[in-house]
């Protein structure tokens, strides 16, 4: 079979859209296929990746390793399967594969298609690195430390095991995790391989502390482990190493800034990494590359200081937070150059950074986003995760000169029969004469001369950026006859230091304007019905769609999801408590009334939108009484048409990671009540009371 050769992807799925029988659907999802995390094979010939699965039965995903051949002249096949099976890493070689297996290191043999386990560790065993000759394993466990103090009764003698939690760090729960053992940490840990193969490893703690520590990487010689330990109170991240062996570990530097994805030089003389700076105190500070010389004193050296976008990926979507990602910085085997991706205007770009200079060169091209990426040890041959708008992601070998070849088509049979269309880029000026970036997304059955409702997409974050990458939302809007514009307003990732950042002790606000003059713009193109309008938004996107709705009567219908409704609320219950000194300038208790101008609730009383809620029951992020419930409460005061969607189980990530019935579910709710306001299709389970005010004559 002959490889799934082209260069620009969209271009061929745009044109098999016109033999497509239907539209998308929200039950789809259930036959979606994500690909995640891929691995080449040091020769070049192989790829292996995560491949998931939605299984609808038990309402969860189902991941499997998989092997492809870089030629493109095979199918896929199904490697190692099991129970939360995944991070699949060659050993030098190139005849092993270790992998994750319940929690724990398992090791499968190319030759002779076995696996085994190699460790039983309670807190189970992570982010797992080869040493250089193939021995030995370094990797991540989290334990209670030997010397912490159990939680519970401050009565040691009685006789049972508290499950009481006390707390005293102003960090102890995370979204989905409502409390964090403040006595477990992660360390670094190393394991040799046994030769037999009957045995399981006797790994051995390498380091120890009330810290975390992650990213081990190895020396050249093996003689090192290189790691990070992040100091979450400080925001700061400290660069150690430790003998392969044992012994104490040594600060090699103090980096004032959260950093990760550790790689280091060929011959061991620098680090690279990513990082935003602190300092000044900044609500949006921009993702760098940096470097660090690891002899003497140095300091890091911001290698792309000068290059106004941001490295990594941060485009937003909702088919890729439940997915696993590999490392996406590379070293060139010379030490000259390293690989990376930056976000830019819409697009996530493969590029190469020279190690002296900083200067950067694009090497992938085009209307899509590069997801993860893995290379050869040459540099020849590079495997990425590509997606567009109308391809949700599958493996492309790119050469150092920009070609792509397909070597996957995971979706096909699904693809095949969907119609699915390019969305239409516009960019338009603001009030202030900024360029602002957006996306038109049509029906695939788009009559020029019909009247069409439009949703306004609100992106979350609000430093997140829409762009070229799959959103399953967005198609299946346009695939219910809306037209779907998505909007970069100011504050928005890939657009420069400036413009992320002029949104800080300002949100919402002018960014709010951004996206009405956006609206405008479309409106203007004659093919929408200026009386029906919708905005939907999750995250900081739903609190400017709370914003939106209390601050103008355009929108017929909105759909807030995991917002935020309360800045003082969100103050004192978020599970983030270090926002504060870069999007307000002092805490609630100091300064009330800044926080109440900035906060939709304020505004609650000129809300007459038909609103719908939806929140995640174990959100510690936007937690739902700081956002939604809130305003449902005093809408519903107000005898205001609302109502609210609470999923149980659900964290922050619902729309992206949550259950996959849950999903469904979600996109079902946010289209029924679209359609009830904006196509007049009865919904009875929304209805809502909207006479008088409760408590008013």
């Known amino acids: 079979m002959p490889g799934y050769a082209f260069t620009q992807p969209a271009k061929s799925e745009d044109e098999r859209t016109a033999a497509a029988k239907r539209f998308i659907n929200e039950k789809d999802l259930f036959d979606f296929v994500w690909i995640a995390d891929p691995q080449i094979s040091p020769d070049g010939s192989q790829v292996v990746f995560e491949r998931v699965v939605p299984n609808q039965e038990r309402n969860g995903y189902d991941g499997a390793i998989w092997m492809a051949a870089t030629s493109g002249d095979t199918r896929p096949i199904e490697l190692i399967t099991g129970k939360n099976v995944g991070g699949a890493r060659w050993s030098p070689d190139g005849q092993s594969l270790l992998y994750r297996r319940e929690g724990q290191l398992a090791l499968f043999s190319l030759r002779g298609k076995e696996s085994r386990t190699l460790t039983s560790l309670p807190g189970g065993a992570g982010g797992p690195v080869w040493s250089p000759d193939g021995r030995r394993i370094v990797f991540l466990n989290s334990t209670a430390d030997k010397d912490s103090t159990p939680r519970g009764s401050p009565n040691p003698a009685d006789d049972h095991k508290s499950d009481v939690h006390i707390i005293t760090d102003a960090y102890y729960h995370s979204s989905g995790r409502p409390y964090l053992d403040p006595n477990y940490h992660q360390h670094i840990w190393v394991l040799t391989v046994p030769n037999d193969t009957s045995e399981i490893a006797k790994p051995t703690q390498l380091t120890s502390g009330a810290l975390d520590d992650s990213e081990p990487v190895w020396s050249p010689d093996g003689s090192r482990i290189y790691f990070l330990t992040t100091r979450v109170q400080f925001l700061s991240t400290d660069l150690n190493s430790v003998s392969s062996v044992g012994g104490e570990s040594l600060k090699l530097a103090n980096v004032p800034m959260g950093i990760f994805h550790l790689a280091l030089s060929p011959d061991g003389s620098q680090v690279a990494f990513h990082g935003a700076v602190t300092h000044p105190v900044r609500s949006y500070s921009q993702f760098d590359l940096w470097a660090l010389d690891l002899k003497g004193n140095a300091t890091p050296r911001n290698l792309t200081a000068d290059y106004d976008f941001d490295m990594n990926n941060t485009i937003t979507g909702d088919n890729n937070a439940s997915l696993r990602t590999g490392q996406t910085l590379h070293w060139s085997q010379d030490g000259r150059g390293i690989f990376d991706v930056v976000s830019k205007q819409g697009h996530t770009v493969l ?347």
């Open 351 to 697: 590029v190469r950074v020279d190690a002296e200079s900083g200067s950067v060169s694009e090497i992938t091209k085009g209307d899509q986003a590069v997801l993860d990426f893995s290379l050869t040890p040459d540099a020849r041959k590079f495997v990425a995760v590509i997606s567009n708008p109308v391809m949700m992601a599958d493996l492309f070998v790119v050469t150092p000169n920009g070609t792509q070849r397909r070597i996957t088509d995971l979706n096909q049979k699904l693809w095949s029969q969907l119609a699915l269309t390019l969305p239409e880029e516009i960019n338009y000026r603001s009030f202030d004469g900024r360029i602002i970036q957006g996306w038109i997304q049509k029906p695939s059955n788009f009559d020029p001369n019909r009247k069409y409702p439009l949703i306004l997409q609100i992106h979350g974050g609000p430093h997140g950026s829409w762009g070229w990458t799959f959103n399953h939302e967005i198609q299946l809007m346009a695939a219910r006859g809306y037209v779907v514009l998505s909007v970069n307003p100011r504050g928005s990732f890939g657009y420069g230091q400036e413009f992320g950042n002029i949104i800080q002790y300002n949100f919402p606000g002018d960014d709010f304007r951004d996206l009405m003059l956006g609206v405008d713009e479309v409106v203007k193109r004659r093919y929408i019905d200026p009386k029906k309008l919708g905005v939907a938004g999750g995250s900081s996107g739903g609190a400017l769609v709370d914003w939106a709705v209390g601050h103008t009567d355009r929108f017929v219908a909105a759909v807030s999801s995991r917002d935020i409704s309360n800045w003082e609320t969100w103050w004192y219950t978020t599970s983030n408590p270090f926002f504060q000194p870069t999007w307000f300038k002092a805490p609630p208790f100091q300064d009330r009334e800044a926080y109440a101008a900035r906060s939709p609730i304020t505004f609650v009383e000129k809300i007459h939108t038909p609103i719908m809620f939806i929140l995640g029951e174990d959100d510690h992020n936007a937690t739902p009484y700081a956002g939604g419930e809130q305003m449902f409460r005093a809408l519903k005061y107000l005898k205001r048409p609302a109502v609210m969607i609470i999923f149980p189980r659900e964290n922050h990530g619902l729309h992206a990671s949550g259950e996959p019935w849950h999903r469904v579910e979600r996109l079902q709710h946010i289209l029924a009540w679209f359609d009830q306001w904006m196509m007049g299709v009865p919904h009875p389970e929304y209805a809502v009371e909207t006479s008088k005010p409760i408590g008013r004559k």
